[in-house]
């Protein structure tokens, strides 16, 4: 069956460096992954969508890869800030299929 | 706020009890979701409606019952449910069902909690 890994739990780094989360994937082959920013006690927020297609996708300091042939995407945040803290989650589809959701990894930004 | 709203958002209950949650979409979207949050597990898709009709039920007990009467408003009635049951309760919307590129929008949940 598909199983899908975020590296960490959790992630500490220090306000100002880039934090790089990783998504891995197996026995699967989705061709959109989706990244989504949860807060606690509140529902997640969309982020970015990439499709198989793409390399690369960027928002405003959000940087997002897809590597189909590593089954990987790499999610980054430069110049991170403690307001980026939260827990953030990928989510692979495919077409007529629902996401499947990764068990996310909690950000700390650290002052 | 994304446009998705959940009632209520704290809910204490016995296991004999029979309660109902709700969520409303403001979005237009055609799609809406359950999924169930536990402490340390990913999200678990439960039930999805596209254009009112159920078109998928992930292997949910019976003892949560989905109901959308239109579009817009979606219900999780609960009955004789077990401790275990506990967890956040989302609920989502999206333009169209079924994967693809489809953003979702999720609501802020419901904290269930059954003694």
């Known amino acids: 069956s598909q199983k899908i890994e975020q590296n960490s739990e959790a992630l500490n780094i220090q306000e100002g460096k880039t934090a790089t989360l990783t998504c891995n994937y197996t026995?699967?082959?989705?061709?959109?992954l989706q990244w989504y920013r949860q807060d606690p006690g509140r529902g997640p927020v969309f982020l970015l969508l990439i499709r198989e297609n793409e390399k690369e996708k960027r928002k405003e300091r959000l940087k997002v890869t897809f590597d189909t042939t590593l089954k990987q995407s790499l999610f980054h945040i430069t110049a991170s800030q403690p307001a980026d803290s939260a827990t953030y989650l990928c989510?692979?589809?495919?077409?007529?299929?629902?996401?499947?959701f990764g068990p996310g990894t909690r950000l700390s930004v650290l002052p | 706020e994304t446009g998705v709203t959940q009632t209520p958002r704290h809910l204490v209950m016995g296991m004999t009890n029979k309660k109902s949650l709700k969520c409303e979409q403001h979005l237009g979207h055609n799609a809406m979701y359950w999924y169930k949050q536990s402490a340390k597990k990913p999200l678990e898709l439960m039930f999805v409606?596209?254009?009112?009709?159920?078109?998928e039920n992930n292997s949910v007990p019976s003892r949560f019952s989905p109901e959308c009467p239109n579009s817009s408003h979606l219900f999780l009635h609960l009955h004789t449910l077990q401790p275990e049951d506990s967890a956040l309760y989302l609920c989502a919307s999206s333009q169209e069902g079924s994967g693809g590129h489809n953003e979702q929008f999720f609501g802020p949940g419901t904290r269930l909690t059954v003694l």
């Open positions: 409606y596209n254009f009112k009709e159920q078109t």
């Open positions: 989510a692979l589809g495919n077409y007529g299929q629902n996401f499947v």
């Open positions: 026995n699967y082959s989705p061709a959109y």
